[in-house]
Nanobody, 125 residues
Framework: VQLVESGGGLVHTGGSLRLSCAAS????????TGWFRQAPGKEREFVAAITTNGNTNYADSVKGRFTMSRDNAKNTLYLQMKSLKPEDTAVYYCAGSVRVFSVVVAHSEYNYDYWGQGTQVTVSS
């Protein structure tokens, strides 16, 4: 299974970006999928997740600003990010799990089996 993120870049505070994650070798519709991020010197943290039945979960820090979606026909995940802040600067990773199907535990990176290589998002002040 290969996951490939794209869409990262440099944006000013208040700007928007849309990240994409394309999968090959497995269908996203059969997995719980998530977005995580890791800032320099910090642990990787949960951003958002969608389960196979469409339930979503967001970190408090991004609620109301980020929206995660999934296009099953294209086998692609998206993370629409608005009102970006400097503290959103990080490498963003998409991930898929074939072991977890509850949104309650979808925030834990240890429940994910497949990871992309990451895409850098930098928000300037």
């Amino acid at each position: 299974v290969q996951l490939v993120e794209s869409g990262g870049g440099l944006v000013h505070t208040g700007g928007s970006l849309r990240l994409s994650c394309a999968a090959s070798g497995r269908t996203f519709s059969n997995m719980t999928t998530g977005w995580f991020r890791q800032a320099p010197g910090k642990e990787r943290e949960f951003v958002a997740a969608i389960t196979t039945n469409g339930n979503t979960n967001y970190a408090d820090s991004v609620k109301g600003r980020f929206t995660m979606s999934r296009d099953n026909a294209k086998n692609t995940l998206y993370l629409q990010m608005k009102s970006l802040k400097p503290e959103d600067t990080a490498v963003y990773y998409c991930a898929g799990s074939v072991r977890v199907f509850s949104v309650v535990v979808a925030h834990s990176e240890y429940n994910y089996d497949y990871w992309g290589q990451g895409t850098q998002v930098t928000v300037s002040s």
